[in-house]
Every structure is written in C-alpha cells, then in structure tokens.
C-alpha cells in the first residue's frame, strides 16, 4: 500500500522507503503527529484524525517523522531519513552532547517573536543558526502588530540581524498577514512555528487553521512572558494541502553542532571578512581589518560581532564535548574501562541559556 501523498509523501521517501526493503517486509510508513512520554501517535492518511498510538522507546523520532510501525502495530520500527530537523542541544544538566530535535521533515521554519516585547536579536541570531542548519528554509514572523506601540522600530532592530531572510508581520487577531503564512503550506508544504512563550504562535494557528484548535493566555506586564498554552508538540493539517507542526514556548536556544548556520546567519559579518588584508586575520588589531573598521565608522554594531564570537566558541565547545564522549564510548567498546575522570571536562561550558535574555 502506498502512502497517502496528502501527508507530504515525496519521491525522496519513497527512495528511502525503497532501501529498508518495503513492501514485503514491513509496514506502511506513516507521519508522527504527537509524542508522550514513549508514545508515539501516527498518522496514515490525511483523513486520519487520531491516527494509531505506539510505543517509541529507542526510535529517536521527532514531529514530523515518517515511521514504519512492525506488524504488530506495537512500536516504531525504522525511522526515515530526514529531510531536514531543528535540532537544538538538550537543556538538561548533563545531556551536554545530546540533540533535541524540535520538528523533522519541515519545509519552512518560522521564527516567531511578538511586537510588543523588546527586541531580542540575540536569541533571533541563535534561531537562526538552528534554523539555517535544519535544512528549512527560515522565515522571521513578527507578530501581535495590532497591539504594539512602536512597530516600526522592532521591526527595524530584528530586521538588522536577518540578512536575507523574509520577515513577515501579522496579527493573529485581526488576520493581517497570516495568509502570507499559509500560502507558504499552499504546495503541501510542511510549516513550523518556534519561539518563546506568549508571542502569540497558539493564536497563528487558530488562525491559519480557521478554528479555535489551541488554547491561547495572557502574557505578563512586566516582561511580556506568558505560559506553555501550547504543552506538546503537534502536527497539524493546515486547510489545503499544507501540514503545520507547532510547538510549546521555548526558553532555550543552545546550539548543536553547526554546518553552514553561523555563516549563513551572519552572512553580513563574513561578507566583511572576505575583505581583510590577511587571510587569517583575528579581527582585533591586524592592519587592514575590514570588520574593525566596520564596527568604528558604525556598519556594524560591535553586539553583533561580540555575539558571533561567543556563537562560534560555544559550537567548538560543543564539538570537544562530543569528540570526548566518543573516545570515552570508544574506549569502553574495546574493553578498556573509561576513566572516572577526563581533563577535558574541566573545561568551561559557554553561557548557552540560549534565550539572549541578558542581552
């Protein structure tokens, strides 16, 4: 039985279908459209509207995943490859070289800040080295612009830091602009939406979705903070043929190994660096340093240099925490017991909160 296209069944899955040995020895991939503690529900259809639930100890899947369940209709038993995946490191003390992946298999990434809260563009720089390496195609949303005081100037602020990529202004209120969301999902697109809580994405949904699907709360005076209206992950039909993934606030915003992110969100800072005298130059004090004397005339804020900085040491932090598991792993499948012990553990972790709250 083929899959229903309808879900975002595409020729690259059919290929990845192909290489596990479908049809005989296994089931008919379906799509997970939630996850609870183990449980995985799966769609098989678009018609689908609860889908079948199974277990998912040790599957590693995310939102979004195309799963084949084993003939008992009990647990996952092969994961798809992804096309692409938010892949944040995990928050929790001690999971340091551990993925957390948000969504898989998205199309477009949009990252969603609210009008009526200060400008945050460090935590919107940090989203967008997640989302250039997701493999999507990132989107900046700004909403809540029936409500904000001083639109023009966030605006302006976040803008500055999102060289290249759209950003969109709406009103999950009103409407205003959230068709220029959903044509985004007109193809049969899969769409996410990420950002903190309260900035309105429980109200996006409704919206786009025609009907009060999410609840939606009142944020706080004090920092404009509101509560987990949204408490799991879900994928969601969008009217047409799109498929929207929307998922609980988040806070923090740590990084996990980089391809081209930081390039990619910093494009702007790299430009320059194409025109220093010397090819190794450390951007301080050499003669000829094109990013020295874009931050003294003023093209470029001196914050956003100093943020790129600190982005590139904590993703090499990264990388020297998951280098020294593996030689501990490594050394244990050979039968040496790993040390108590490892100097490299000493080492300072970077203040990856992720949430730019500071900033």
Not at 132 to 138: I, M, R
Not at 279 to 298: F, L, N, Q, T, Y
Request: aromatic content about 4%.
């Amino acid at each position: 039985m083929t899959p229903d296209p309808r879900l975002g069944w595409t020729d690259r899955l059919a290929e990845c279908w192909e290489l596990i040995g479908h049809p005989s020895a296994h089931g008919t991939p379906g799509r997970v459209a939630r996850i609870d503690r183990g449980w995985s529900t799966v769609l098989r259809s678009r018609d689908d509207d609860e889908g079948i639930r199974v277990r998912n100890i040790g599957a590693g899947v995310a939102v979004g995943d195309w799963v084949v369940v084993d003939a008992a209709g009990e647990r996952i038993e092969h994961v798809l490859e992804r096309s692409s995946a938010f892949t944040r490191r995990a928050s929790h003390e001690g999971d340091r070289a551990v993925p957390d992946v948000l969504a898989a298999n998205i199309d477009v990434v949009f990252l969603v800040h609210a009008l009526t809260a200060p400008p945050n563009q460090r935590r919107l720089e940090r989203e967008l080295v997640l989302a250039f390496d997701s493999g999507a195609a990132p989107a900046v949303v700004l909403t809540k612009i029936d409500v904000a005081e001083e639109p023009d100037a966030v605006v302006a602020e976040l803008s500055a830091v999102a060289p290249g990529v759209p950003v969109l202004v709406v009103s999950g209120v009103t409407g205003e602009g959230v068709d220029e969301i959903g044509r985004r999902a007109s193809d049969g697109s899969t769409l996410a939406l990420l950002g903190a809580s309260g900035v309105g994405k429980s109200t996006i949904v409704n919206a786009l979705l025609g009907d009060e699907v999410m609840a939606t709360g009142a944020v706080r005076d004090g920092d404009q903070r509101g509560r987990h209206t949204t408490v799991a992950t879900r994928l969601l039909p969008v009217p047409g043929d799109g498929w929207l993934i929307d998922t609980p606030g988040f806070r923090a915003v740590s990084l996990w190994l980089s391809g081209r992110g930081i390039e990619r969100a910093f494009s702007d800072v790299f430009d320059l660096m194409d025109g220093c005298r010397f090819r190794d130059c450390k951007h301080d004090r050499e003669p000829g340093c094109a990013v020295r004397e874009a931050i003294d005339s003023g093209a470029l804020d001196p914050a956003r240099f100093a943020s790129l900085e600190r982005l590139v040491a904590e993703e090499a932090a990264v990388e020297a925490e998951q280098e020294r598991r593996l030689r501990i792993a490594d050394r244990r499948r050979h039968g040496r017991p790993a040390p108590e012990h490892d100097e490299e553990s000493d080492a300072p972790e970077p203040d990856s909160t992720g949430s730019g709250d500071s900033d």
